[in-house]
């Protein structure tokens, strides 16, 4: 089969998913909603406060040890080991936690706490660090100008600076020298609707399940109903910063 | 009249010299490495507008996440591949790329591929295409 067939053949069965997609919703009788459907963004709308992306993550779950996720998003992000852990920028790292009484260790994965009030957005002099309306914190490489205040305001050490010249960026991500960066939830898998980031998808993929990437403001999602259902935290909740990314088991 | 043609002709002798040393002139850009039928606008239209577009698109893909092909640096780097000796498409460091071959000519330095990536990411691309 020619390579046009094929994109002619997705593009009627995507067609045909699209229908029934709607076909489903509006066949359900008045009152019931249906669960579970994607609700992927069409491209050319903006991303709205509707949304709060965030993470759930269940330490319990975590292996330490297990370094999946950072590898994950270092593949995904096209992040390349120059310098060693020193220098190199780091979305996600691994953290061991000791309890100092009973000595009880925790194994975590921590990155950038996509929070509600974000120091680092605050600090940022050029209106690079930004907090898209969907929750989602980044940086707009097009205006940072590598100050690193960010860096220092960041409670949670989450963002890296990058020394050296990047010459094998990926096209959905591009990276520079002299810029800050710091884990964006795969955004550009967010805005294409097309499921977890890569953290999230290895860590289930190692049968951990530690991970839960979802909308915390649909109450219908998962995350939404781990959320209510468990206790969780956030990391340094006496900074108020409302982080879209939780914990369990700490 | 002899001093004058001195120093005529040593001026001469400078100029040839100066543009002996500058090099070869860049060879005019090949404008017709395209996959496509044709371009999102006219050419006339491109040359002159194509960094007020992906400028404008930068913008409303980063802050709003509006992730159009259409003015997408990403589209622009898709359609115009042109492939080196190893048939892979070369990037922005080689002569030949699309966007360099012009940007050589007219000695207008670009950015972008700082931190773009100025070659289609081959294999299957993840979710993020």
Redesign the interface.
Same mark, same amino acid.
């Given at each position: 089969m020619s390579s046009k067939e094929s994109n002619e053949t997705n593009k009627s069965r995507r067609q045909f998913l699209g229908a029934a997609a709607a076909t489903a919703t509006m066949t359900v009788a008045p009152g019931v909603t249906v669960i579970g459907l994607a609700q992927a963004?069409p491209?050319?709308?903006? !991303?709205s406060s509707k949304n709060r992306w965030g993470l759930l993550i269940d330490s319990n779950k975590c292996a330490s040890g297990c370094d999946a996720c950072v590898t994950a998003c270092n593949t995904?992000n096209g992040i390349e080991e120059i310098h060693g852990p020193e220098t190199d920028p780091q979305w996600i790292r691994k953290v061991t936690l000791k309890h100092k009484a009973s000595g009880r260790e925790t194994s975590l994965p921590l990155m950038c706490q996509h929070c509600e009030h974000p120091p680092c957005v605050d600090v940022c002099p050029t209106g690079a660090s930004?907090r898209? +309306?969907?929750g989602i914190v980044?940086v707009?490489?097009?205006t940072c100008i590598g100050c690193r205040y960010c860096m220092m305001a960041c409670p949670y050490k989450a963002r890296s600076f990058v020394h050296e010249?990047?010459?094998q960026?990926? +096209?959905?991500?591009?990276?520079?020298?002299g810029?800050v960066e710091s884990c964006t939830l795969? !955004?550009?898998?967010?805005?294409?609707g097309?499921?977890d980031p890569?953290c999230v998808e290895a860590c289930n993929k190692e049968n951990h399940n530690a991970m839960m990437f979802g909308d915390l403001n649909d109450k219908y999602s998962d995350i939404n109903q781990e959320l209510r259902a468990y206790k969780t935290r956030e990391l340094r909740a006496d900074l108020n910063l409302n982080t879209g990314v939780r914990y369990r088991g700490i | 009249m002899n001093k004058l043609l001195v120093i005529l002709a040593s001026m001469a002798v400078l100029l040839i010299g100066s543009t002996a040393s500058a090099g070869s002139p860049k060879p005019l850009p090949n404008l017709d490495n395209v996959q496509g039928d044709k371009c999102v606008a006219p050419k006339e239209v491109i040359r002159v507008e194509h960094m007020e577009y992906i400028m404008h698109q930068?913008d +409303?893909t980063?802050?709003?996440?509006?992730?159009?092909?259409k003015h997408s640096l990403?589209g622009c780097?898709n359609c115009h591949i042109v492939k080196g000796d190893d048939g892979k498409p070369v990037?922005f460091m080689d002569d030949r790329h699309f966007c360099n071959s012009c940007h050589e000519y007219a000695a207008v330095q670009m950015d972008c591929f700082?931190?773009?990536?100025s070659t289609?990411?081959p294999g299957p !691309?993840?979710?993020?295409?």
């Open positions: 963004k491209v050319d709308q903006a !991303v995904e930004f898209r +309306e969907d980044l707009d490489r097009h010249t990047l010459t960026q990926v +096209e959905y991500m591009p990276r520079g020298k810029c795969c !955004v550009h898998r967010v805005d294409a097309s499921g890569a | 930068r +409303e980063m802050h709003r996440g509006i992730r159009t092909s990403k780097i990037n700082q931190c773009h990536a289609p990411t !691309v993840a979710a993020g295409k």
